[in-house]
């Protein structure tokens, strides 16, 4: 049986939850949610490990249209985060449309009747005239090839994985990795664990985290006079967005801001040799600059060893490293992070004449405004290549894309197209434009490898701008810049 749509949406994270939103304010009530967990909520799903919280404030990260008087901190933990999406598919009765452990497996373009076949694991089918891909740029965790990785005989999970069973009381802990994920993990299972060895390979930058619980006369105020909570979220808005322009054009700001986190780790860490180990060699901004209060605290306890010596291998016990010593170890986290530049379609996807995206995308993945994909007509991606961010919020630019979809879809019906399909050209122009504007970013120039950039250096995840320069640029459907198809 095909079970048939008009839009198909992959994902429930905050992407596939706001395209969901939008479609039905646009009157569109047949669409299907196709989400491979048992429930809604994407990263923030699978990200439930101890101490994980968003490191952009809630009261940005979160939609424009659905303001939130009531978030507990100024940077909130996953489970309110989960909550305030449960919250959303509620009131925007999303729950009717989700269909819960659904992978997709494969999607393939009917040129003839202009509509996308997608196949799910165990056999089941679907078809839609378009397809809202929201499987997340960050959703595929990546499992570092240390040699004898699998010999290991303890417990071992990736920290988007975490074993919710997992008890740290006195166990020998290894980490391994100093990214935003391991600098959440590590604070908050330190004081339990009998010995936690941190394998660092680099060591990130790290800001104090402006981090305090909302006072409930700020919440009252938010609850009653609404526009003192727009005028907060403006504020914030601004006050990241000043962040792009270091990133950017203005490298100076992030010197200033260098010094500052340097200072930060004067004051946290008073053992020099430790210092040593936690100070960055690469310029800041070039990897995601880190927030914390208690990362580095967390270090300079007995029962922490950071180690740099490098890993040599795992074996049944635990971690030998390059210099010769074995450490026996209970459980080792891999927090090395996803994958997220190569490889990038989470499925097979076959588009005009079999395209397959993946091979389409060999070279570096591309779209239009990270949208939409020539060769590729009825299919849009929501946090497409190109459009992560090192400054703000990421649910700025989901409800942009979203808005640029629902106007192609909107166009879509007026035309009674069978399809729209970006021009070839218009998609290699854009690209040029955008890498040469990463050439001069500290993404390319700070020093660094970051999963930013694919193993060939091509940066293919984040937007080199402002988010309103993307705003702006998503407001409408340049029909001029696609072939439509009756
Ligand atoms: O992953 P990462 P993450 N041997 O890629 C190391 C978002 N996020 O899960 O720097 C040893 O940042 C690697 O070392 P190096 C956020 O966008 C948000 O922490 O490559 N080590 C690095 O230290 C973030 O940027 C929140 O030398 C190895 C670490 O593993 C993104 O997710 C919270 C290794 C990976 O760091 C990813 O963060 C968490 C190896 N073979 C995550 N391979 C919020 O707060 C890799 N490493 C919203």
Request: glycine share 8%; charged share 20%; aromatic share 12%.
């Amino acid at each position: 049986m095909i079970n048939t749509y008009d839009q198909l949406i992959i994902g429930s994270g905050f992407a596939g939850l706001c395209a969901a939103i939008k479609l039905k304010e646009q009157g569109e009530n047949n669409f299907v949610i196709l989400e491979r967990n048992d429930w809604l909520g994407g990263t923030w799903y699978d990200n439930h490990y101890p101490g994980a919280a968003c490191d952009v404030e809630s009261h940005l990260y979160s939609f424009s249209f659905e303001p939130n008087p009531n978030w507990s901190r100024q940077f909130s933990p996953q489970q309110e985060i989960l909550k305030y999406m449960e919250h959303c598919a509620e009131k925007y009765d999303l729950y009717k449309h989700l269909q819960y452990n659904t992978t997709v497996t494969q999607a393939t373009f009917d040129e003839a009747k202009g509509i996308w076949n997608v196949s799910a694991e165990g056999g089941q089918n679907f078809s839609a005239r378009s397809i809202i891909t929201c499987s997340g740029g960050l959703s595929q965790p990546m499992f570092p090839d240390i040699k004898g990785i699998d010999s290991f005989k303890g417990t071992m999970f990736h920290s988007a994985k975490w074993e919710k069973k997992f008890d740290a009381k006195g166990k020998t802990v290894a980490v391994i990795g100093t990214g935003a994920s391991a600098i959440q993990i590590v604070p908050t299972i330190a004081p339990d664990v009998k010995q936690l060895y941190l394998f660092q390979r680099t060591p990130p930058w790290i800001m104090p985290k402006p981090d305090a619980e909302i006072s409930s006369l700020r919440r009252w105020l938010y609850n009653n006079l609404p526009f003192t909570q727009a005028l907060y979220r403006r504020r914030l808005y601004w006050q990241h967005e000043l962040m792009a322009l270091g990133f950017i054009k203005r490298p100076g700001i992030l010197k200033f801001a260098s010094k500052l986190s340097l200072r930060f780790l004067k004051q946290s860490v008073p053992d020099e040799k430790l210092r040593e180990k936690l100070t960055p060699s690469y310029v800041m901004g070039c990897k995601r600059v880190l927030i914390s209060n208690d990362y580095y605290p967390a270090l300079t306890r007995n029962n922490v060893e950071v180690i740099t010596d490098g890993i040599q291998q795992i074996n049944e016990t635990g971690v030998l490293t390059k210099d010769g010593v074995q450490r026996n170890i209970d459980t080792i986290i891999i927090a090395t992070g996803f994958q997220a530049a190569e490889e990038v379609s989470r499925f097979a996807v076959n588009g005009r004449n079999g395209m397959d995206l993946n091979e389409a995308w060999r070279e570096g993945a591309e779209a239009y405004l990270g949208t939409t994909v020539s060769g590729f007509p009825n299919m849009f991606l929501v946090v497409g290549p190109n459009t992560g961010l090192g400054h703000s919020s990421m649910i700025l630019m989901i409800e942009a894309q979203v808005n640029l979809i629902m106007e192609s879809l909107k166009a879509l019906k007026q035309k009674q197209a069978k399809f729209i399909d970006l021009k070839r050209d218009v998609q290699q122009e854009y690209n040029r434009d955008i890498q040469e504007k990463l050439s001069h970013t500290v993404w390319q120039n700070g020093g660094c490898v970051s999963w930013y950039q694919m193993k060939n250096g091509k940066n293919v995840t984040l937007w080199p701008g402002f988010t309103f320069t993307f705003m702006k640029r998503t407001k409408k459907f340049e029909e001029e810049k696609y072939e439509i198809v009756n």
